[in-house]
């Protein structure tokens, strides 16, 4: 071995790097991708991994989690779903606001942070969220402290704080403006969705839920919050998108330059109304599953390149809680461990025109290089490149694999996607140049807090080599 060694070697790799795959290997010293290595260069190292051929991605990124702490440690804790991410190939995530206390101050993110610490074994950010009446709060945040401001247009039974009103939206779109800070929207209409409630009643099963929460009222919030786009410039990012007008109006907004993006889930990727209905509450979800074609859309959006990210919004609930008589449970489902096959699996079921290659580059588009420009992580994650966080992903994308409720991870302890048939599995997750978990086997919580850009993507840079260009 020669003197300078680096910390550790990935040799014999297929790297999944920008646009196309790399035959070689990766060198990393101190936490960061040193330099990628050609295929016969050698490299002395501490420790050598020999991907045996394999594809190697970046670390993936889900942005959109709610780990439950603190205030929801029954349903799930920090420990268990970082281990549950770690194990679905995912390094990095964005927590979302709806804790007890709700993370809605700079001081309750700082105190959010410090109950994390030590807890975790994948990397983290927040996004903070508002409450109504309390919005002035924002005004002490700085952009780099939050992925995002959280709206909730509509809520449920763990997301309790909506805002509604309409001078109060005016006030935060403008300061989100003004602050250049990115807003993510749940955008349902709480006024429509009310109104259906009303007049209908809470549903008493999943046949009858879709029709109770439809999609007009995810379409009105989305046409509402591009109204307050146009007035004041505001970057807007809209969550799980779940119907086909939803994707329709975000494309045409984008087209015409408003600086809006959107993401949608792997659960709306895979299900659709029909399918779900023997899942009963494991699927009662907000907003709801809808139809074929509302899922066949929103795979359009990622052969059309439109489609930024795809977050697990990984929100368990308890078995006890999901066994409750249907109006009594609360929506959401455990899913970040599930993301990564999810979505491979529904790539190659949905769109059997790609490549091998093509899918593994769909996958680091959408699940890593995507959400890292949008959320202002790319100085540091979602690509392989010298000089960043060395967060990489050893994977068996062929392997066929059936999750069964012993592989769940989730403190929560099941899963929607139990007994059924997966294809692509996390072989190796390195976070920052230290492996957390090795086919079973976990290594340290060694995640950090991590800090975001100062400035916010600029979203209109489509040219091909941008993250949200998926496919060539
Ligand atoms: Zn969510």
Redesign the pocket.
């Known amino acids: 071995m020669s003197g300078a060694a680096y910390d550790l070697v990935i040799a014999n790799a297929r790297i999944v790097y920008r646009d196309r795959i790399l035959n070689g290997g990766i060198a990393i010293q101190d936490g960061k991708i040193a330099k990628l290595l050609h295929q016969n260069e050698a490299a002395a190292a501490e420790l050598v991994i020999d991907a045996e051929g394999r594809y190697v991605l970046p670390g993936l990124i889900d942005s ?1 989690v ?1 780990f439950r702490t603190p205030g929801y440690e029954h349903k799930e804790n920090w420990h268990s779903a970082s281990k549950a991410a770690a194990a679905g190939g995912v390094t990095t995530v964005l927590d ?1 606001p709806n804790t007890n206390p709700y993370t809605d101050t700079v001081d309750r993110l700082r105190q959010k942070a410090a109950l994390v610490h030590g807890q975790s074994y994948v990397d983290y950010g927040f996004h903070i969220g508002v409450a109504p009446g309390k919005a002035g709060a924002l005004q002490a945040l700085t952009r780099g402290e939050a992925a995002s401001i959280k709206l909730f247009l509509t809520g449920h039974r763990t997301a309790k704080h909506i805002i509604d009103d309409e001078a109060e939206l005016d006030y935060i779109f403008r300061l989100a403006a003004d602050k250049s800070i990115l807003l993510t929207l ?1 955008a349902e209409d709480d006024f429509v969705l009310r109104l259906f409630r009303q007049s209908r009643g809470e549903p008493a099963n999943l046949t009858d839920y879709e029709a109770a929460y439809p999609r007009i009222g995810a379409i009105a919030a989305v046409a509402r919050a591009l109204r307050l786009v146009r007035k004041y410039g505001t970057s807007v990012h809209v ?2 998108v779940s119907s086909a007008e939803e994707a329709d109006l975000l494309d045409a907004a984008s087209a015409g330059g408003y600086p809006v993006t959107y993401e949608t889930t792997a659960h709306q990727l895979w299900f659709d109304h029909a399918s779900a209905q023997p899942l009963g509450t494991k699927v009662k979800l907000s907003p709801a599953i809808r139809e074929p074609r509302d899922r066949d859309r929103l795979w359009q959006s990622i052969v059309r390149g439109t489609l930024t990210a795809v977050g697990s ?1 990984h ?1 368990p609930h308890s078995s006890e809680e999901k066994s409750f008589e249907f109006h009594d449970a609360p929506p ?1 489902l455990p899913g970040v461990q599930e993301l990564l096959p999810a979505l491979l699996t529904g790539l190659k079921r949905h769109l059997p025109e790609l490549t091998r290659e093509e899918r593994l580059l769909a996958v680091a588009r959408l699940l890593a290089a995507g959400p890292a420009v949008r959320f202002g992580l790319d100085h540091r994650k979602g690509s392989i490149e010298a000089g960043l966080d060395a967060d990489l992903l050893i994977i068996d994308d062929e392997k066929k694999w059936t999750l069964t409720g012993d592989r769940v991870l989730s403190a929560s302890g099941w899963s929607a996607y139990e007994g059924l048939e997966l294809e692509g599995e996390a072989l190796v997750t390195i976070v920052r140049g230290q492996v957390v978990y090795d086919r079973g086997q976990f290594g340290e919580e060694i995640g950090q807090r991590i800090t975001l850009r100062r400035e916010l993507a600029d979203v209109f840079q489509r040219t091909a080599g941008s993250p949200y260009r998926v496919l060539a």
Do not use: E, Q, R, S
Request: aromatic share 0%; no cysteine; net charge negative.
């Open positions: 959109h709610h979302m749940h969550l799980h919004d929100a959401g």
